[in-house]
């Protein structure tokens, strides 16, 4: 008997067999891929899971499989997609307790309007960086910025309008321009 024969029987052995173990993913086709079972056998499964997941080259399935036809009904190590998308309004609630969204990679938050809305709204960065065509703030009691330094460039023209205005400085403050006028 042949190698080729004794796989031959061995693949025929398994898709005739109950299977429900790990499988290796070797091409994804949408809802459908290749998987390769623990005995070296490729095989087409559809993907059976209650969470869309589009799933990636390597991954690791759990499938399930009777009579050639097999199912991926888990992800033991995936590398793929989960996109949960829901039609219509969608609430997201902790009730109760504290709702926490985090990634190892970052988060994002993507839409034509987003809204933030709290009593307090606290930011803690590094770094933050803000970029707009147009900024427009508005606050009803106190504006208060500390900073170890100011640097403020404006291209074009810049006013400062209050009803009365102070500047201090504890050294040297300098005015430079073409003209300066007072009064």
Do not use: C, W
């Not at 993913?25 to 997941?53: C, D, F, H, K, N």
């Not at 390597?58 to 009904?73: A, C, H, P, S, W």
């Not at 219509?88 to 307790?97: K, M, P």
């Not at 839409?111 to 606050?139: C, I, M, N």
């Amino acid at each position: 008997m042949s190698e080729g024969t004794v796989v031959r029987e061995r693949a025929a052995s398994v898709r005739a067999e109950e299977y429900l173990g790990p499988a290796h993913v070797l091409e994804a086709r949408g809802q459908a891929v290749v998987i390769e079972l623990p005995e070296g056998e490729s095989a087409e499964a559809t993907m059976a899971l209650a969470i869309p997941y589009a799933p990636a080259v390597g991954d690791v399935l759990l499938v399930i499989g009777r009579g050639g036809r097999f199912y991926g009904i888990g992800v033991l190590h995936g590398t793929g997609k989960t996109t949960l998308e829901l039609q219509g309004d969608v609430d997201l609630r902790a009730a109760g307790g504290a709702l926490r969204l985090s990634g190892d990679r970052g988060v994002e938050l993507r839409g034509p309007e987003v809204d933030l809305h709290g009593d307090k709204v606290r930011v803690f960065a590094g770094s933050l960086v803000q970029k707009a065509a147009s900024l427009y703030q508005r606050v009803t009691d106190l504006f208060s910025l500390h900073a170890r330094e100011s640097h403020t460039v404006v291209d074009g023209s810049a006013t400062t309008r209050a009803k009365s205005a102070t500047v201090l400085t504890e050294e040297t403050m300098t005015i430079n321009g073409k003209e300066i006028h007072l009064g």
